[in-house]
């Protein structure tokens, strides 16, 4: 089955430093990509649609120059936290859709930010 | 996107069939109805998909009336392992956001 990949699986950072993470298809391509976030006991938050080529569109209240989403091939979409602060400690969680349309999920990153 | 309204927990034990009712009275036409399976730490991995009457997979059952306003994800027979939430999404397969909503933690007990 369809395999998606996120690096890295989790990630301490300092307050105020940026923190890159990668999502990756691996066995196939994916011209669009989400990134969700995820609290403890909350359910999946979508933050921003990624599409290949494109600029990302980002949902309601997600700032797009605090959530850097670049989606450079058809295989890796990356998520860069600028300026991270200890309220984006959360979880997380990028989706690939294939072929099918279905989306597959990745197995998210845990950032926390002291 | 067609909210839905499901339980916020259920528990079960090892061996019975767990059924989680989702309520989506706003389902629209083109609308598919899609469940989830999450563990804890873990993205979500689709469990089952359907449009009407009933889909049957591996893992699952999806019962869907026929007016479509109500799903219902049968697991039979679970086990310790089935622990986890279920998540219940209805939305066009051609539209690919998802909107989650709070969940299903389904606990099974030995």
């Known amino acids: 089955g369809a395999v998606v990949s996120q690096h890295p699986s989790w990630v301490i950072c300092k307050s105020g430093t940026s923190v890159k993470i990668e999502c990756r298809s691996l066995?196939?391509?994916?011209?669009?990509m989400f990134w969700y976030r995820q609290f403890p006991k909350q359910s999946l938050m979508l933050m921003a649609t990624s599409n290949e080529g494109s600029k990302a569109t980002y949902e309601q209240g997600v700032e797009k120059d605090k959530f850097l989403i670049n989606h450079a091939s058809l295989t890796l979409s990356t998520l860069t936290v600028t300026s991270a602060h200890p309220e984006d400690s959360s979880f997380y969680i990028c989706s690939a859709v294939g072929r099918n349309y279905e989306q597959y999920f990745g197995p998210g990153t845990r950032l926390t930010v002291t | 996107l067609a909210k839905t309204t499901q339980p916020i927990s259920m528990d079960s034990y090892e061996g019975q069939e767990v059924n989680i009712t989702c309520s989506h009275n706003?389902?629209?036409?083109?609308?598919?109805i899609t469940w989830y399976q999450q563990f804890p730490s873990q993205g979500p991995r689709f469990i089952i998909q359907g449009y009407k009457t009933k889909v049957t997979n591996e893992v699952a059952s999806l019962f869907i009336p026929a007016d479509r306003k109500s799903s219902t994800l049968s697991l039979p027979r679970v086990s310790l392992s089935d622990t986890a939430v279920y998540y219940c999404?209805?939305?066009?397969?051609?539209?690919?956001?998802?909107?989650f909503g709070a969940g299903t933690t389904v606990t099974v007990r030995a």
């Open positions: 066995d196939f391509q994916a011209t669009t």
């Open positions: 999404l209805v939305g066009d397969p051609n539209d690919y956001k998802l909107s």
């Open positions: 706003n389902i629209a036409t083109n609308d598919y």
